[in-house]
């Protein structure tokens, strides 16, 4: 079968370098997907072997245990057994170890030993281990398992030759299945046996690791450093990406504008070009230079060890409204933009735990919304100083708490309506601290951009093209005197929900702005803009709109949708990612629905409130 | 002594894991994880709110487990039988 494809699967406990492995097998060609009606990565790359041998591996979810906790598991688990439909048993299952945690990680193994099917035993992280000075006898350990052991670094260039030579050579004869369905005690004697025979160490912990973690982990000093950290990597996502998102900005208008350069200045289809797709274009790629920096700094904290050391830090806090340790960089990739950070909840093993955690994600203040609010903060609120502080940076940051206070306030609601009482589970692992591999995290830098792209861009583009024809149908009649957009089917309903809106201060050219800016928050703005008839670039159309809105709206109006802002779920790319992640409309329809809810409510109190003190 | 009552620091062995309620995912999985008996355990630290979660050091691995789960596990603490 010189010439055959061979399918492999590649299992082994988190925290293994399963993943690192993988990337070191195939290298950039790999493809990401889910599992067809669940949202676990499935990820296959293939490359070919000296021997012109094409081998196609599968990286199969990290598991601790056949007894699966999670769908993770669970599908790690059907695979393995050759159960899963759609896809076929592995020929060869390549287990991976961690040469330095062989305790835990032998058992997995013993586990995967029982199938009956042709298993290697990877044996990684040798580097460390033998730095740590660990020695294994391989050999024997081989003897002892009844299935060949390779060494792999799969951190270092080649590190994995001897696993490529053994998967080149034949395939290994099938290990009979030990007939003893042994129990869980069982199988520990045998992982201790194995290892007094094969392994002898002299310590259990790399030194670094108590090190840094007396530090890393103290009541007090563990917080603050990552309280540091999280003002560090705000400001990077805020400051660094600036630059890139105005040339990204400018770029697609440019581009736009040459494109169309082309067609009649009048004509539909320019428009259409211009205003619709080219506009929403431009909506969704303005955020990939804070998603990329944003996760830059995740996937380095993440390969080095230190978010289940945050997640360690906050569980506790967080756990009080209803939501888990785990919960806390989803949440965080939220103030970015929330489809990352609902992207991100993949870690939250808990089914419940990750629900609200998903649902909770979209009052986290994105920046999307900055433009509304620095547009409106500006306009009516003074820039006068109380104290030591400016009363508009005061605003500014009430608005973002008002978000993440809600956040654990909906949370905590949630909790108590849930159905399924039973214990929600931390069991944790904190892995040893190790330095990130530059390629590892451009890959997984890579794969993020393009799930972002594919997810977002094809729902954010349809949709501008949709409310450009909204926006842009029919037009003006002869002689009309108001903007074009007033006569359109979008002026139309903004008209229609001045009905439903009037009792919390919004005007109808609100109404009518709050219909396109339904696709993105940021699209609202310049809707104004063309509502009262003024045009040109993003920045100029809000120069030019300050005073007009200070001059007719009422301050009342101003904090009223300034509330508006705060919660409704002005963003089709959320809900189309809540969508795609839970795979259920249930949840569109609840997030969707609490979020117009709360939005309404909040705009109603402040806009009476406010209205009876003026 | 139950591992969540455990003083800082201390070195124990797991003399079981008991289950909350008939079959009790969590100790199952703690089992599967190496909580078994004859295993030496070591509280590192714990959360710096209320003491919680726990970072308990079974083996060369590091788990953090909140008290109610480190509740099902019974240790024997060195010197303090």
């Given at each position: 079968?010189?010439?055959?494809?061979?399918?492999?699967?590649?299992?082994?406990?988190?925290?293994?370098?399963?993943?690192?492995?993988?990337?070191?097998?195939?290298?950039?060609?790999q493809?990401?997907?889910?599992?067809?009606?669940?949202?676990?990565e499935?990820?296959?790359?293939?490359?070919?072997?000296?021997?012109?041998?094409?081998?196609?591996?599968?990286?199969?979810?990290?598991?601790?245990?056949?007894?699966?906790?999670?769908?993770?598991?669970?599908?790690?688990?059907?695979?393995?057994?050759g159960?899963?439909p759609?896809?076929?048993?592995?020929?060869?299952?390549?287990?991976?170890?961690?040469?330095?945690?062989?305790?835990?990680?032998?058992?997995?193994?013993?586990?995967?030993?029982?199938?009956?099917?042709?298993?290697v035993?990877a044996?990684?992280?040798?580097d460390?281990?033998?730095?740590?000075?660990?020695?294994?006898?391989?050999?024997?350990?081989?003897?002892?398992?009844?299935?060949?052991?390779?060494?792999?670094?799969?951190?270092?260039?080649?590190?994995?030759k001897?696993?490529?030579?053994?998967?080149?050579?034949?395939?290994?004869?099938?290990?009979?299945?030990?007939?003893?369905?042994?129990?869980?005690?069982?199988?520990?004697?045998?992982?201790?046996?194995?290892?007094?025979?094969?392994?002898?160490?002299?310590?259990?912990?790399?030194?670094?690791?108590?090190?840094?973690?007396?530090?890393?982990?103290?009541?007090v000093?563990?917080?603050?450093?990552?309280?540091?950290?999280?003002?560090?990597?705000?400001?990077?996502?805020?400051?660094?990406?600036?630059?890139?998102m105005?040339?990204?900005?400018?770029?697609?208008?440019?581009?736009?504008?040459?494109?169309?350069?082309?067609?009649?200045?009048?004509?539909?289809?320019?428009?259409?070009?211009?205003d619709g797709?080219?506009?929403?274009?431009?909506?969704?790629?303005?955020?990939l230079?804070?998603?990329?920096?944003?996760?830059?700094?995740?996937?380095?904290?993440?390969?080095?060890?230190?978010?289940?050391?945050?997640a360690?830090?906050?569980?506790?806090?967080?756990?009080?409204v209803?939501?888990?340790?785990?919960?806390?960089?989803?949440?965080?990739?939220?103030?970015?933009?929330?489809?990352?950070?609902?992207?991100?909840?993949?870690?939250?093993?808990?089914?419940?735990?990750?629900?609200?955690?998903i649902?909770?994600a979209?009052?986290?203040?994105?920046?999307?919304?900055?433009?509304?609010?620095?547009l409106?903060?500006?306009?009516?609120?003074?820039?006068?100083?109380?104290?030591?502080?400016?009363?508009?940076?005061?605003?500014?940051?009430?608005?973002?708490?008002?978000?993440?206070?809600?956040?654990?306030?909906?949370?905590?609601?949630?909790?108590?309506?849930?159905?399924?009482?039973?214990?929600?589970?931390?069991?944790?692992?904190?892995?040893?601290?190790?330095?990130?591999?530059?390629?590892?995290?451009?890959?997984?830098?890579?794969?993020?951009?393009?799930?972002?792209?594919?997810?977002?861009?094809?729902?954010?583009?349809?949709?501008?093209?949709?409310?450009?024809?909204?926006?842009?149908?029919?037009?003006?009649?002869?002689?009309?005197?108001?903007?074009?957009?007033?006569?359109?089917?979008?002026?139309?309903?903004?008209?229609?929900?001045?009905?439903?809106?009037?009792?919390?201060?919004?005007?109808?050219?609100?109404?009518?702005?709050?219909?396109?800016?339904?696709?993105?928050?940021?699209?609202?703005?310049?809707?104004?803009?063309?509502?009262?008839?003024?045009?040109?670039?993003?920045?100029?159309?809000?120069?030019?709109?300050?005073?007009?809105?200070?001059?007719?709206?009422?301050?009342?109006?101003?904090?009223?949708?300034?509330?508006?802002y705060?919660?409704?779920?002005?963003?089709?790319?959320?809900?189309?990612?809540?969508?795609?992640?839970?795979?259920?409309?249930?949840?569109?329809?609840?997030?969707?629905?609490y979020?117009?809810?709360?939005?309404?409510?909040?705009?109603?109190?402040?806009?009476?409130?406010?209205?009876?003190?003026? | 002594?139950r591992?969540?009552?455990?003083?800082?620091?201390?070195?124990?062995?797991?003399?079981?894991?008991?289950?909350?309620?008939?079959?009790?995912?969590?100790?199952q999985?703690?089992?599967?994880?190496?909580f078994?008996?004859?295993?030496?355990?070591?509280?590192?630290a714990?959360?710096?709110?209320?003491?919680?979660?726990?970072?308990?050091q079974?083996?060369?691995?590091?788990?953090?487990?909140?008290?109610?789960?480190?509740?099902?596990?019974?240790?024997?603490?060195?010197?303090?039988?």
């Amino acid at each position: 079968m010189s010439a055959a494809t061979m399918r492999v699967a590649l299992v082994g406990n988190p925290n293994c370098g399963k993943t690192a492995l993988f990337n070191q097998l195939t290298g950039g060609r790999q493809k990401v997907a889910n599992y067809a009606g669940v949202t676990v990565e499935r990820k296959e790359g293939r490359f070919t072997a000296p021997s012109g041998r094409t081998l196609q591996i599968l990286d199969l979810p990290g598991a601790y245990s056949f007894d699966a906790t999670s769908p993770d598991e669970a599908i790690t688990r059907d695979v393995c057994q050759g159960r899963y439909p759609g896809e076929a048993a592995p020929d060869l299952i390549v287990c991976v170890a961690d040469a330095t945690n062989l305790r835990l990680h032998l058992r997995f193994v013993l586990e995967v030993r029982r199938l009956g099917r042709p298993v290697v035993l990877a044996l990684n992280m040798m580097d460390a281990a033998r730095k740590r000075g660990i020695v294994i006898d391989v050999q024997k350990l081989s003897q002892r398992l009844g299935v060949p052991v390779v060494e792999t670094i799969a951190v270092q260039r080649g590190g994995a030759k001897a696993l490529v030579d053994r998967l080149d050579a034949a395939v290994p004869e099938i290990v009979p299945s030990p007939i003893d369905e042994a129990t869980v005690d069982g199988l520990h004697a045998e992982v201790r046996a194995i290892l007094a025979d094969a392994v002898t160490s002299t310590r259990n912990t790399a030194a670094i690791d108590d090190a840094i973690d007396r530090w890393a982990l103290h009541p007090v000093f563990g917080l603050a450093i990552l309280a540091v950290l999280m003002f560090f990597i705000f400001q990077a996502v805020f400051s660094w990406a600036q630059p890139v998102m105005d040339a990204i900005t400018d770029g697609i208008t440019a581009l736009g504008a040459w494109a169309t350069s082309f067609l009649p200045g009048d004509s539909a289809l320019h428009s259409l070009l211009n205003d619709g797709v080219f506009a929403g274009l431009g909506a969704v790629l303005v955020f990939l230079p804070q998603i990329l920096i944003l996760f830059l700094f995740i996937l380095i904290l993440e390969e080095s060890g230190y978010l289940p050391r945050a997640a360690f830090l906050l569980d506790r806090m967080m756990f009080k409204v209803g939501l888990t340790g785990r919960a806390f960089i989803p949440l965080l990739s939220s103030f970015a933009c929330a489809i990352p950070g609902i992207m991100a909840t993949r870690s939250i093993n808990d089914p419940r735990d990750r629900l609200t955690t998903i649902l909770v994600a979209p009052l986290m203040t994105c920046s999307a919304r900055l433009p509304v609010y620095t547009l409106l903060i500006a306009a009516f609120i003074p820039n006068r100083s109380i104290g030591l502080f400016n009363l508009q940076g005061i605003v500014l940051f009430v608005l973002y708490f008002a978000g993440i206070f809600s956040a654990l306030g909906v949370a905590f609601v949630m909790k108590r309506f849930r159905k399924d009482r039973s214990e929600h589970a931390l069991i944790m692992e904190l892995p040893s601290y190790r330095l990130p591999n530059v390629r590892d995290v451009a890959l997984g830098l890579w794969e993020r951009a393009l799930i972002f792209l594919k997810r977002v861009g094809g729902i954010i583009t349809a949709l501008t093209v949709l409310l450009w024809f909204l926006s842009s149908f029919p037009g003006a009649p002869e002689g009309a005197t108001g903007p074009a957009i007033d006569y359109s089917l979008a002026g139309m309903l903004g008209r229609g929900l001045q009905y439903v809106f009037a009792p919390i201060g919004f005007n109808w050219q609100i109404c009518i702005a709050l219909v396109p800016g339904l696709a993105a928050r940021e699209v609202a703005v310049a809707a104004l803009g063309t509502v009262y008839a003024m045009s040109g670039t993003d920045d100029a159309v809000a120069t030019q709109l300050g005073p007009v809105i200070a001059h007719s709206w009422s301050l009342a109006t101003a904090l009223s949708l300034l509330a508006w802002y705060v919660f409704a779920p002005q963003c089709m790319s959320t809900l189309a990612v809540i969508r795609r992640e839970t795979n259920s409309w249930r949840n569109v329809a609840i997030a969707a629905g609490y979020l117009f809810g709360l939005a309404y409510l909040a705009s109603l109190a402040t806009y009476q409130i406010a209205r009876a003190l003026s | 002594m139950r591992l969540s009552d455990a003083p800082k620091g201390a070195q124990a062995v797991v003399q079981s894991v008991t289950d909350a309620h008939p079959a009790d995912p969590i100790a199952q999985r703690l089992r599967d994880l190496g909580f078994v008996a004859g295993e030496p355990v070591r509280l590192i630290a714990r959360g710096p709110l209320g003491g919680d979660p726990l970072l308990i050091q079974i083996g060369s691995t590091r788990f953090a487990l909140r008290k109610t789960e480190a509740a099902r596990v019974d240790v024997l603490v060195d010197g303090a039988a």
